[in-house]
T-cell receptor, first 112, second 114 residues
């Protein structure tokens, strides 16, 4: 059973702070990793993808991957109230387009 | 910006009735997916579709479910005889064939079975 684990939260951070979201996965052969943002009642919106060990930065977002530890994280710098949402970690088990296994998501609250 | 579109946004149906959920994937994408999310639960994979056939399906995708690409643009999910437990948000997604597997989701169809 391929599992993706996330702390459900809520994770509360003040506006302007760094939010750190974490995810672990069980399948060692996983190759592609994604972070989606989901507002309540809405669909998942792709924020970041990462395929190799290390960091990948895109604007205020940084994804970090450590395949040896089976760990992927998302950092959000200068957190804004509009970042308040549930962040879903998703893992793909092959190198080409295939099914995603999602975690339950971490609810982030950015407070004023 | 290209997007995946789904219709209807909300469908209410009686138990035992057939429903068809429709999706228009991003035009140059080649892989198509259906996922569902029961209220308060995680997003679950149902089926993937490539080159006019199912490439993978989950145990949820039983004989009551089918998918079809009836023309060059639409991708449909049919549930033959709906059950109360089929009530969920159904998301269509698509991804391209460029070595990456970023999947983009439609806005979803909320299916309510009464």
């Amino acid at each position: 059973q391929k599992e993706v684990e996330q702390n459900s939260g809520p994770l509360s951070v003040p506006e302007g702070a760094i939010a750190s979201l974490n995810c672990t996965y069980s399948d060692r052969v996983s190759q592609s990793f994604f972070w989606y943002r989901q507002y309540s009642g809405k669909s998942p919106e792709l924020i970041m993808s990462i395929y190799s060990n290390g960091d990948k930065e895109d604007g205020r977002f940084t994804a970090q991957l450590n395949k040896a530890s089976q760990y992927v994280s998302l950092l959000i710098r200068d957190s804004q109230p509009s970042d308040s949402a549930t962040y879903l970690c998703a893992v793909c088990h092959t190198g080409t387009a295939s099914k995603l296994t999602f975690g339950t998501g971490t609810r982030l609250q950015v407070t004023l | 910006e290209p997007e995946v579109t789904q219709t209807p946004s909300h469908q209410v149906t009686q138990m035992g009735q057939e429903v068809i959920l429709r999706c228009v994937p991003i035009s140059n994408h080649l892989y198509f997916y259906w996922y569902r999310q029961i209220l308060g639960q995680k997003v679950e994979f149902l089926v993937s579709f490539y080159n006019n056939e199912i490439s993978e399906k989950s145990e949820i995708f039983d004989d009551q479910f089918s998918v079809e690409r009836p023309d060059g643009s639409n991708f449909t999910l049919k549930i033959r005889s709906t059950k109360l437990e089929d009530s969920a948000m159904y998301f269509c997604a698509s991804s391209g064939l460029d070595g990456a597997s970023e999947a983009f989701f439609g806005q979803g169809t909320r299916l309510t079975v009464v």
